[in-house]
């Protein structure tokens, strides 16, 4: 079986429902961190309130007339200690409410960045794999193959190791067989069975080379590459049809209409 279900899978729409979700989530991501932020921003108003009210009490204590203060030294210095301890606190208290409400902007303005590449379908500059991949998927599922070949290129080429990197180099490949970019296609298969020889797709990679290659009507092409699966790979999920079209281009070798090597 090859990768032609999967192709429709895609066709489906289960992608865009992905990212749509994503989207939602992210939504609610930022609207709670807003109102927590809302909520700190009070907390630190209530802080400096307090700070304000300690400074007033201490100035007033300050301007007694030098009889009251004599009578009252003690008293005074036990208040402005604190006072002392009080403003401490509360400034501690204000430089980690802003030190948080720091972190929680940045966390909203990533969000917020990343819910708009989303939405635009368009990768930015610190797109991680994870990203690229649903980006192209979508440009993918929507026909849009040019800009899905540019993404799954991106991903391949800065995340070569990701999970998703064999997939993407996969349906680069796809991408060029839908456009009929026949010798494209069939590097983009090459390049695959290259880098990710251990790869599911490895084997539904060489199909379509073959595909491409027939259409080229490079039939010896086509049937070297069907001849790797056979001998490689003759218990992946290429391997009947593999079979099948290696019998019909055997077939067609000697008519010059469709084969011309």
């Known amino acids: 079986m090859t990768k032609l279900p999967l192709v429709l899978v895609l066709l489906s729409g289960c992608f865009w429902a992905t990212t749509k979700s994503e989207g939602d989530a992210i939504r609610k991501d930022v609207k709670s961190l807003n109102e927590r932020l809302a909520a700190k921003e009070t907390t630190l108003e209530g802080k400096i309130q307090e700070l304000e009210k300690v ?17 009252d030294v003690d008293t005074l210095r036990n208040d402005v200690r604190t006072a002392n301890g009080l403003v401490t606190a509360v400034n501690n208290g204000v430089n980690e409410l802003k030190t948080e409400l720091a972190k929680m902007v940045a966390k909203v303005d990533g969000l917020e960045q990343r819910l708009a590449q989303i939405e635009s379908g368009k990768p ?15 440009a993918f599922e929507a026909a849009r193959y040019n800009e899905a070949i540019d993404i799954f290129k991106r991903l391949v080429t800065s995340f070569p ?16 067989t839908n456009l009929k970019d026949w010798d494209k296609a069939i590097a983009a298969y090459q390049a695959l069975v290259e880098k990710y020889a251990d790869s599911d797709l490895a084997d539904d990679g060489l199909y379509f080379a073959a595909v491409a290659a027939q259409n080229l009507k490079n039939c010896t092409e086509a049937r070297a590459y069907l001849g790797v699966i056979k001998s490689k790979y003759a218990k992946g999920n290429s391997a009947k049809a593999a079979g099948e079209l290696d019998a019909t281009i055997k077939k067609d070798a000697k008519n010059k209409a469709k084969c011309t090597s």
């Open 161 to 176: 190791t990701h999970a998703r990197a064999d997939d993407a180099q996969y349906f680069r490949g796809q991408s060029y």
């Open 124 to 138: 930015s500059a610190n797109s991680g794999p994870d990203d690229l991949w649903k980006l192209g998927s979508t």
């Open 55 to 71: 400074l007033a009490e201490s100035a007033k204590l300050l301007k007694r007339n030098s009889a009251d203060l004599g009578a």
